[in-house]
């Protein structure tokens, strides 16, 4: 299984930006279809975006598209979500996640946390004023 770390979490005001890293060992990550998920307290962990192995198809939840962005740097064993003009909303525990067995049939999304067998520790997003 593949070890993946998160950093660049943080507190930022309402209307700001924060990058997430996800770096991967153990494995190579472009094998890998990586998703990003969060959970606020009191609230189920749901899928923000995920990056498909190999062709790098993206794919974002309704509430996150137009302002985050996921991407890969491969040189880096990196995934990366670029999240703009965030909002109290957007606070949580954000995890990345790797799966190298995900099957793309027609439709499928790859949202959902309990397809993903590797996770990362999580790291903290805090927007407020």
């Known amino acids: 299984q593949v070890q993946l770390v998160e950093s660049g979490g943080g507190s930022v005001q309402p209307g700001g930006s924060l990058r997430l890293s996800c770096t991967a060992s153990?494995?190579?990550?472009?094998?890998?279809?990586v998703g990003w998920f969060r959970e606020a307290p009191g609230q189920e962990r749901e899928g923000v975006s995920c990056?498909?192995?190999?062709?790098?198809?993206?794919y974002y939840a309704d509430s996150v598209k137009g302002r985050f962005t996921i991407s890969r740097d491969n040189a880096k064993n990196t995934v990366y979500l670029q999240m703009n003009s965030l909002t109290p909303e957007d606070t949580a525990v954000y995890y990345c996640?790797?799966?190298?067995?995900?099957?793309?049939?027609?439709?499928?999304?790859?949202?959902?946390?309990?397809?993903?067998?590797?996770w990362g520790q999580g790291t903290q997003v805090t927007v407020s004023s």
């Open positions: 996640a790797a799966d190298s067995t995900l099957f793309f049939y027609p439709g499928y999304v790859c949202l959902g946390q309990y397809d993903f067998g590797s």
């Open positions: 990056i498909r192995s190999r062709v790098d198809t993206t």
């Open positions: 153990g494995g190579t990550l472009d094998y890998y279809t």
